[in-house]
């Protein structure tokens, strides 16, 4: 019985074994190789569709805490407090450190990532509805939607767009 080898082990084989493949190499040798790559492929594929619905939970929890503290900072504000670090004023310290925990620079790449393939498969939309309705009007039309996504996808992979207000000025610069 063979061992079961572990995913760095089975690649390193899988490369090895192709390294050494010839026309006397035996079938039934490429196939149980081919086996076992595709198994730890799968057994890949759903740890890595698991991780996805993971961190797709992880930013949804983060934006719904990031708009309890902007909302947060927003009465704080409009109670005339004003964020000053390691104040005495418990108030203006506690704005401060809600000010810095806004910042996720992390999580808005995430997000920014997730819309950037939203917008992406939308410009994949467009290109098909152009292919399908030639005509020049509609073909026109739909090609600079998709330059608009696309420029857009650029924008969002950048790090440029991150907010909604973010959103709202781009269509108010009509880019």
């Known amino acids: 019985m063979q061992k079961k080898l572990s995913s760095k082990e089975l690649v390193a084989t899988g490369y090895q074994f192709?390294?050494?493949?010839?026309?006397?190499?035996?079938?039934?040798?490429?196939?149980?190789?081919?086996?076992?790559?595709?198994?730890?492929?799968?057994?890949?594929l759903v740890a890595?569709?698991?991780?996805?619905?993971?961190?797709?939970?992880?930013?949804?929890?983060?934006?719904?805490?990031?708009?309890?503290?902007?909302r947060l900072i927003g009465q704080f504000s409009m109670a005339g407090y004003h964020a000053v670090q390691n104040s005495l004023n418990p108030a203006q310290s506690l704005l401060h450190d809600a000010m810095q925990a806004?910042?996720?620079?992390?999580?808005?790449?995430?997000?920014?990532?997730?819309?950037?393939e939203g917008v992406e498969m939308f410009v994949a939309f467009?290109?098909?509805l152009a292919e399908r309705y030639p005509t020049a009007m509609v073909s026109k039309s739909l090609e600079v939607m998709e330059l608009n996504a696309e420029q857009f996808v650029i924008r969002?992979?950048?790090?440029?767009?991150?907010?909604?207000?973010?959103?709202?000025?781009?269509a108010k610069d009509g880019a």
């Open 18 to 44: 192709a390294a050494n493949l010839s026309s006397d190499t035996p079938l039934i040798d490429m196939a149980k190789m081919v086996s076992q790559l595709a198994t730890q492929l799968d057994v890949a």
């Open 48 to 70: 890595a569709g698991k991780a996805g619905k993971q961190r797709d939970a992880v930013l949804a929890e983060n934006v719904v805490k990031g708009d309890v503290i902007e």
């Open 102 to 116: 806004q910042k996720t620079p992390a999580t808005d790449a995430m997000l920014n990532a997730v819309r950037a």
């Open 126 to 128: 467009n290109q098909q």
């Open 156 to 170: 969002l992979r950048a790090g440029t767009e991150t907010t909604s207000s973010q959103y709202e000025s781009l």
